[in-house]
């Protein structure tokens, strides 16, 4: 008998932390996801940009292929022109053109604070899926962007990043996540999930606890954008970065690290990277692979039985 289409709805800890998996057949699964943020640089279509590799980046924190994408836009009608709306809009088309998916169509709204983001259909073989509940015990972690956004557009907003530190950070946040997502599938992960506004520590923490490991970060192995400890010791850090750190903060043992550098391991990330788990034999080629694309790429911990801890050490 024929699965109803109840049973096809893969949903629930087997799925990414922002997406929902159809199947189709044996070979084909539906992956589906959205996501909006409003504007966290001034130059609209690199916003567009930022933004639309934002929406897409959970196909790949599955190992799946985007298809697909509508436009999901909220837009000031009395403030803001219908040309700046264009320039938005196009950079999204940028991305879009190069993951090779199309935009069909969309929806828009008048709001006072405006928005942009994609609605994105993907596909996926179901069995070299990766999952957020998919890590092992005895893996190394592997992390594909640096952290830092959220320390450095708060920097932005208010005026004291750099021209460099700005373009490191656009840099990063419009890179896609498609070339992580196939080296994770063909180094053998399972688990892996994108670091995005809940930070490192809630991403991989939910991971780690829906996987039944527990993780422990190696603080100087992980990788930050320019200028973002800096900025961080300078109070440049988002109000969300400390809603994160209380949601996790009794499941991380700080290792005697300080209150900053901890909260950069919650900071709130807009298109960040990739984590995930693979055999330690693997973790060097893995990043060495990830560099030769352009990626800053590290080991930054590895995981152990457990039920969902954090160590820094």
Not at 80 to 89: A, F, N, P, R, Y
Not at 127 to 147: C, E, I, S, W
Not at 300 to 310: P, S
Request: charged fraction near 20%; charge should be negative.
């Amino acid at each position: 008998m024929a699965p109803t289409p109840d049973e096809r709805l893969l949903v629930g800890t087997d799925t990414g932390d922002d997406a929902a998996v159809y199947l189709i057949d044996d070979n084909r699964a539906l992956v589906l996801t959205a996501d909006f943020i409003t504007p966290v640089i001034d130059d609209a279509r690199a916003w567009g940009r930022v933004a639309a590799a934002n929406s897409v980046s959970d196909i790949y924190a599955m190992g799946g292929r985007p298809l697909i994408a509508l436009n999901l836009v909220g837009w000031n009608v009395d403030e803001l022109s219908t040309e700046l709306l264009g320039d938005v809009m196009s950079g999204g088309n940028d991305i879009a053109h190069a993951a090779g998916f199309l935009v069909v169509g969309g929806h828009t709204i008048d709001d006072p604070e405006p928005k942009y983001g994609m609605c994105v259909v993907g596909e996926v073989h179901p069995d070299r899926m990766l999952t957020n509940a998919g890590l092992q015990p005895d893996q190394a972690l592997v992390l594909t962007k640096p952290l830092g956004v959220g320390v450095v557009t708060t920097a932005i907003k208010n005026g004291v990043a750099s021209s460099e530190v700005t373009a490191a950070a656009i840099e990063s946040m419009t890179r896609l996540n498609d070339d992580a997502s196939r080296v994770a599938v063909d180094a053998g992960a399972t688990g892996c999930t994108d670091v995005t506004g809940f930070g490192l520590l809630g991403h991989l923490g939910r991971m780690a606890l829906e996987s039944g490991v527990d993780v422990t970060l190696v603080v100087d192995d992980v990788p930050f954008l320019p200028g973002a400890k800096d900025l961080a010791a300078q109070g440049m850090i988002p109000g969300g970065t400390h809603r994160n750190l209380e949601w996790i903060e009794d499941r991380v043992d700080p290792g005697g690290h300080d209150d900053t550098t901890v909260l950069l391991f919650a900071d709130a990330q807009t298109s960040g990277g990739l984590i995930f788990g693979v055999d330690p034999d693997v973790a060097d080629g893995v990043v060495a692979d990830l560099v030769a694309t352009g990626h800053t790429a590290a080991v930054v911990g590895r995981t152990a039985a457990g039920d969902g801890a954090i160590t820094l050490v």
